[in-house]
């Protein structure tokens, strides 16, 4: 038996929660995590469809994309998930989507504004947008400059407190303490992304949401006086 079956196993369960939950059609789409004692990730095996998927078809690769243990190729966004990891190193598991609201920012080129309190309460401010990737990138190495995209466009913002990102011209990833989290959040974020569309749709002028009731709203969830849930 293979010493990574429980990862294995979290990483399926985790990827189908994304065809469960409609953010996924096709191939559409994949879900990480990492076992940083080992130093390496279990992920979706590329253009599989998620009818077909099973345990046994994740793929473990090491930290250089290296392919560990498995008898498909892993998902071809697999440098940019092994090039979040390395950079932001409090996340566990990480995933990609082309959900349709979230998608359709990337595709405007736009961050999400915080416009509101349900926003508020999972980011900590504006989900941001990436810079569009410049033909020098393209030409080296796509998938790994797709994470240098995103870790640039965090130089100044915590992973933590937006645990969330559009890539321009792209698609969305989120990120969490593991795979389950980061699905979780690539959920909310699809929301938040339809909500944010809805306001600016009826209301073009709208601006983000006064900084003291995002801080109250965010404190309240995830500051050191915490005081939401049990």
Known sequence: MSRFTELKR???????????????????????????????IAIKPSGVPYEDLKPEHIVIVDMENTIVEGDMRPSSDTKTHTHLYRHFESIGGVTHTHSSYATAWAQAQMGIPCFGTTHADFAYGEVPCTAVMSDEQIQRDYEEE??????????????????????????????????????????????????????????????PLKQAIIDKHYMRKHGKNAYYGQ
């Open 10 to 40: 979290e990483v399926y369960e985790a990827n189908m929660e994304l065809h469960t939950r409609n953010l996924v059609i096709y191939t559409w789409g994949n879900v990480s995590q990492i076992d940083r004692d080992a130093s390496v």
């Open 146 to 207: 797709t994470g240098v995209q995103i870790t640039d466009a965090f130089a100044v913002i915590n992973p933590e407190e937006v645990p969330m990102v559009i890539v321009a011209g792209h698609a969305p990833f989120t990120w969490g303490s593991n795979a389950a989290k980061s699905v979780y959040h690539a959920v909310v974020l699809e929301e938040m992304a339809k909500m944010a569309y809805l306001t600016k749709t009826l209301d073009p002028s709208r601006a």
